[in-house]
Each structure stands twice: as structure tokens, then as C-alpha cells.
């Protein structure tokens, strides 16, 4: 199974607020208008940016090779999110503020705001321009300077300028969720350079992927959080410039976006055949098998299969059989991510890598793999799997020379060099005893002995360990895992909370353990400290679950950082994946390299491949208007769809 990666009328900053605020950003070199000695030369206007400045598309494209220009618009499209970032819940959501580490925000905001640039999904890491009609940049790659297009627009039909840009950077910078604040870390300055014009830079050592990403944050009106302040939980819809507005809202249990007839970016190149439905609506169930009841009954008309045990057994009801419904399988050639139990390092008694090895030989994937999940799963062994970014056999001339730099004690650096660590190959006994002996040994060794049945320290202390999780779904995986522990003296337990209290607990860390997927994307950079960076382990609400804060890490991500070319990124990568796993900071899970898609037939898409780097759904596709003509009623009772971590839900 896997996991799917402002009260209304709320008064905007005070006056005293609003100063204490400029201090800060004074600080930061961040107000506009700040003067600087370093040079603000730059080269050509450019249509484009990448990692390493490789582009598919010239200046003059018409639309993105995977859509169809001509597409038709209208229609529905309803789903359960596959994907969440940030404040979003897979569960529930009570706010529309999905930028701020407070509440739990709804999916799909996104929509509603447009940014200097876009993603180009057959690309590695290219975007175009949206916002930005143009971009130039300066030789040494620390100062960027966008052109905005004169034509954008508000939805209440106001002009959007460098003012609106320059605001939202500031307020994302200074009050944003704490993994945007992470990544805009290297970001110093931003400024308005007339109404058309915005002026950023950056530290001399910043991350590659650090200007794509600001070039792909939402802006925002300046106008609308004068009124409204920007870190509050709110149901008062925002004002944006995207192609979507906030429609119908019921919280805890359906958002619907409407299209926005008269979007001022509807034509442009990044958007031609795409944004075609007119309404996007996105649903919450609290139980799977209730979410699946749903899509059956056609409450909603289009589903990611994230339970293996769904996919292999439920699809056989009459929609399917008589074809209103079609499933199919696509490729997914992205990073899987790395799903799996993570655990705690703040807490004692994972401190010792021996004993977190030691968890990893009590967990029988291959029986839990035949048993559970129809065999339909691989192994996750990898922090970047299913990429080239993953390690593999041993370690390569240059990795070892990557490694060495790091000044390792001995035993450790050839450890790396060899076989990257990989979790251990059961009997598929789901009892498997020479494992779950190599377990009794390593927690032996760490200091941990049996007393009267019980695994304990030298003081003492008894071995417990928590399963934290707001959806029962992977209960029956855990279990057996769990009964494992206790062969080895652990005293485990499932706990379900609901998700409110589960977001508060992972952003306060206050877990044994919990089942999270994360992805990195295919320009690794930044990310790398917000998952495992030792100032990331100490921030609330980081992906830093672990709490990894390892000198040898930061210094290999930085590494990763400062690649100049593709093949040095690959092989900083490498090296990092070798680290983390020497460091079993996990109990890994599965993967799979594939979307499985299930969708009632009244859908239309593009006649050519696919872009490689995403699904493009909703995106890409339409409504064929003669198939939508009954069109299901609006969502059902219960709340909340799949349990998840960031980017994609937890297969399982």
C-alpha cells in the first residue's frame, strides 16, 4: 500500500506591526530600495532558466510539446488529491492559507495564484515565463532580474506589479511556512524596480535550484493582505491571478475551484491547452475504503489507486465491467521518494545506530509484500529510488573521493565504499529468526538487554515505541512489524489521532515513529537541507522528521549544492544516498514505479507522449462534454483521504 508525497473580516497589519515588520526585513537586506555595492550587471534577457542552462524550448514556442493547443474548455474534474505540500492535510483542512505553518490548509491553492515561471514537465528542471515575461541574470548567478508582463492581473481586475512580487517574497521569507523560509534562506535582497521590474539576490553560495524556486512561488495581492493579515489561519478566500478562483467550499469535506473565464495568462505559450475544466474539485475522506465506496457510486470521477488491496480485488463492480470506468497503469519515472517509518533521533533511545538497524531486521517486507499487498510493491532501499540519483554497488572513484573529503573515521569510509546499506532480505516467514537473532545481537551490543521478557537499558528503562498515524489504513502493516518488536522485547503500539493532533505532533516532533513519503525533485538542492539538514532538525514543522544533524551530511549536501554540471550532481548524490543510509535514520518500505489510475470515461487528453517529469492531470486533460453530461453530486459526508507525508500520499 503506499501513502499518497483568516477569520473572516480579520483586520490586516497594525501600523506598530507593520514597522516591527520592516525592521525585520531591514535586517534581512530584504526591503526595497535597499542600496548595494555588488554589481547589478546582467546578461540577455532571457525566456527560460534551468539548473545547468540547458533549455527544450526556444523564445518563441507556441505551447509545451505534451499538451494540445486546441484543447476544448468545460467540465468537471473531481478527485481525492494525490499530493500535499507544506500546511495541507490528506485528511481535512479548515484554512485557505496553504503558505503559513499554521492549520491545516485545503488542496489545490495553487491554482488560485500564478508566478514569475512555470515548470516545463518534459524538462529535468527548466521553467518558462509567466508572470516574468523575461529574466536577466548576472555572471556570478547572484543577482536576477525579471521583467513582468504589463498584462497581468488580479482577479478584481487589478493590475499585478513588481510591488505585489516584492511582497510576497518578503512575507514568505519572514512569516512563510518554515520549509519555504528554509529555502529562501540564500535569497538577500528583493526589490522593485519600477511597476515592471524586480530585483533579487542571492548569496554568492546558494543553492542551484534556489532561483527556480522563487521564480515558481505564488504571488500575492499586497492590496488584499494590507486588509487581511498574511500569517493567520483564514476561510476568507484569497485574491489571486491564477486560472482558478475558490468556488464552493465545505470545510473538512470539498473545495471546488471555477475557471476564470477572462484569465489574463490564458493564452500565453506555458498555458495554451491547458487549465480546460471549468470547475476542479477535490474531495476528503477519513477512510479509504469510504473513498473508494465514493468513486463506485461516482461522487467523484477520477482516482489515483494508492491501497494495493483495492486495486487487486475491488475493481470488479459494474462500471467497470461495462466500461464507464477504465483503469490504467502509467510509467512513473520520477524519484519514488522515500516512504517508510521514520524515526525519531530526538528521543534517546534511537540514538544508537545499531539499535536502528536492529528495528529494521523485525520488519519482514517480503512477507508483508505477498501477504498484504499482492506482490505488488519493490523494496524502497534509497533516499532518492527510482532515479539515477540512488547508489548502487560499490562506490565509484569519484564518490570515494567525496567521501574522503569529509574527514570520516575509518571503519565508517569503508563501510561507504562498499555495498551501499540496504535494508535486510527476509525468509518471507514473517518470522524470520536469523534476523530477528542479528536484531537481539545489535541491540545487545548497543547497551540493551532482556529482563523477564523485556528489552531494557542500564537503568532500567523499558523499550516502547509509538506507530503515530491519523488514518488506520496501514495498521494492519504495522502489525505485524509490531509483533516482531516483541520477540525482541519491544513494547510497540499503533495510535491513531485525528489529523489536527497528528500535523500539531509531527510539527512540534513529538513522535516515536510515523509513516512519511517524500520526493526530491529531479535539480536536488535546497530540499536536501530542509530533509536533512542539521538547522532543519531543530525547526517545527520541517521535513527533518528524523531530526538528522549530522556534520558529514550538511557538509555532502552542500557538495550537492555546488555541483557544476549534471554528472557532479549525480555523483554528489550518490555519495550523499551512501551517508544517509549508513546512518539507518529509517525503517524502509516500498515503492512503486508506476501510477496506477482509475477514472469514469468521460475524459479526453492530448494525442502524444506524455511528459516525462509528471502526470499532467488535471492539467492536460478535458472534459468531453457529451460523457459529462450527468455529472455527479457534490461530495459526501465523511472527511479526509489518504494518509501522507510530503509531496505524495503513502502507498500501501
Known amino acids: 500500500m503506499s501513502s499518497p508525497l483568516i477569520a473572516p473580516g480579520g483586520g490586516g497589519l497594525s501600523r506598530r506591526a507593520a514597522l516591527r515588520a520592516g525592521a525585520a526585513a531591514a535586517a534581512l537586506g530584504l526591503l526595497p530600495g535597499r542600496l548595494f555595492a555588488q554589481t547589478t550587471e546582467t546578461g540577455p534577457e532571457l525566456h527560460g532558466l534551468s539548473g545547468f542552462g540547458d533549455l527544450k524550448y526556444a523564445a518563441d514556442f507556441p505551447a509545451f510539446d505534451y499538451v494540445n493547443p486546441d484543447a476544448p474548455k468545460g467540465g468537471l474534474f ?62 556570478d548567478g547572484t543577482f536576477y532580474r525579471f521583467r513582468l508582463r504589463p498584462e497581468a492581473r488580479f482577479h ?79 476561510m476568507t478566500p484569497p485574491l489571486g491571478s491564477g486560472p482558478y478562483r475558490i468556488g464552493r467550499v465545505e470545510p473538512g469535506r470539498t473545495i471546488a475551484y471555477e475557471r476564470v473565464a477572462d484569465y489574463w495568462g490564458r493564452d500565453l505559450p506555458v498555458n495554451r491547452g491547458q487549465n480546460n475544466f471549468d470547475e476542479l474539485r477535490f474531495e476528503y475522506f477519513r477512510d479509504r475504503d469510504i473513498g473508494f465506496e465514493a468513486f463506485k457510486a461516482r461522487t467523484y470521477l477520477f482516482r489515483e489507486e494508492f491501497t494495493s488491496r483495492t486495486w487487486a480485488t475491488g475493481y470488479d463492480f459494474p462500471a467497470l465491467k461495462d466500461g464507464r470506468v477504465k483503469r490504467e497503469t502509467v510509467p512513473d519515472r520520477t524519484p519514488s521518494g522515500a516512504q517508510g517509518w521514520f524515526l525519531n533521533l530526538r528521543r534517546p533511545k534511537f540514538a544508537d545506530s545499531r539499535v536502528r538497524e536492529a528495528l529494521s531486521c523485525a520488519f519482514d517486507f517480503e512477507w508483508t509484500n505477498r501477504n498484504l499487498m499482492f506482490g505488488i510493491y519493490q523494496r524502497t532501499v534509497s533516499f532518492f529510488q527510482n532515479s539515477d540519483l540512488m547508489a548502487e554497488g560499490p562506490a565509484s572513484p569519484d564518490e570515494i573521493a567525496l567521501l574522503q573529503a569529509l574527514k570520516l573515521p575509518p571503519a565508517l569510509l569503508e563501510e561507504l565504499k562498499g555495498e551501499p546499506w540496504s535494508p535486510p532480505v527476509s525468509d518471507g516467514s514473517g518470522q524470520d529468526r536469523a534476523l530477528l537473532r542479528r536484531g537481539r545481537e545489535l541491540l545487545a551490543s548497543a547497551g540493551w538487554t532482556i529482563k523477564e521478557g523485556r528489552l531494557t537499558n542500564a537503568r532500567g528503562e523499558g523499550f516502547t515505541i509509538e506507530f503515530l498515524d491519523d488514518e488506520g489504513t496501514l495498521e494492519r502493516h504495522t502489525a505485524p512489524f509490531i509483533k516482531n518488536l516483541k520477540v525482541l522485547g519491544i513494547e510497540a503500539s499503533f495510535r491513531l ?20 513519503r517524500f520526493s526530491v525533485s529531479t535539480l536536488p538542492g535546497e530540499e536536501l537541507r530542509a530533509y536533512f539538514g542539521s538547522r532543519a532538525a531543530g525547526t517545527p514543522g520541517s521535513n527533518n522528521l528524523s531530526g538528522i544533524a549530522s556534520p558529514a551530511v550538511d557538509a ?97
Not at 174 to 201: C, F, Y
Not at 504 to 512: A, I, N, P, S, T
Open 78 to 139: 473531481s478527485q481525492i488529491g494525490p499530493t500535499a505540500a507544506y500546511n495541507q492535510s490528506f485528511q481535512t483542512f479548515n484554512t485557505l492559507n496553504g503558505y503559513i505553518l499554521k492549520g491545516d490548509a485545503a488542496q489545490g491553492l495553487a491554482l488560485v495564484f500564478d508566478s514569475l515561471m512555470v515548470r516545463a514537465y518534459d524538462e529535468p528542471d527548466a521553467v518558462y515565463g509567466l508572470i516574468a515575461r523575461s529574466v536577466a541574470v548576472s555572471a
Open 556 to 652: 555532502m549536501v552542500d557538495t550537492v549544492i555546488a555541483a557544476k554540471s549534471r554528472d557532479e550532481l549525480r555523483t554528489a548524490c550518490r555519495a550523499l544516498d551512501r551517508l544517509l543510509r549508513a546512518g539507518r535514520y529509517w525503517v524502509p518500505q516500498w515503492y512503486s514505479g508506476e501510477h496506477r489510475l482509475a477514472y469514469w470515461d468521460v475524459f479526453a487528453w492530448p494525442d502524444r507522449p506524455r511528459p516525462r517529469y509528471d502526470r499532467a492531470i488535471p492539467a492536460t486533460w478535458w472534459a468531453r462534454p457529451e460523457a459529462q453530461a450527468a455529472e455527479p453530486a457534490a461530495g459526501p459526508a465523511p472527511a479526509g483521504p489518504a494518509p501522507a507525508g510530503p509531496g505524495a500520499a503513502p502507498p500501501g
Open 497 to 516: 489521532v485525528d489529523p489536527a493532533q497528528y500535523q500539531q505532533r509531527l510539527k512540534e516532533f513529538d513522535f516515536d515513529a510515523t509513516v512519511r
Open 156 to 234: 478584481d481586475g487589478s493590475r499585478l506589479t513588481s510591488a505585489d512580487v516584492t511582497f510576497s517574497l518578503l512575507m514568505l521569507k519572514l512569516k512563510g511556512h518554515p520549509i519555504i523560509a528554509q529555502n529562501l534562506r540564500d535569497m538577500t535582497s528583493v526589490s522593485a524596480e519600477g511597476e515592471d521590474g524586480v530585483a533579487v539576490r542571492f548569496a554568492a553560495k546558494r543553492a542551484r535550484d534556489v532561483p527556480l524556486f522563487v521564480a515558481t512561488l505564488p504571488v500575492f495581492s499586497k492590496a488584499f493582505y494590507t486588509a487581511h493579515p498574511f500569517d493567520e489561519s483564514t
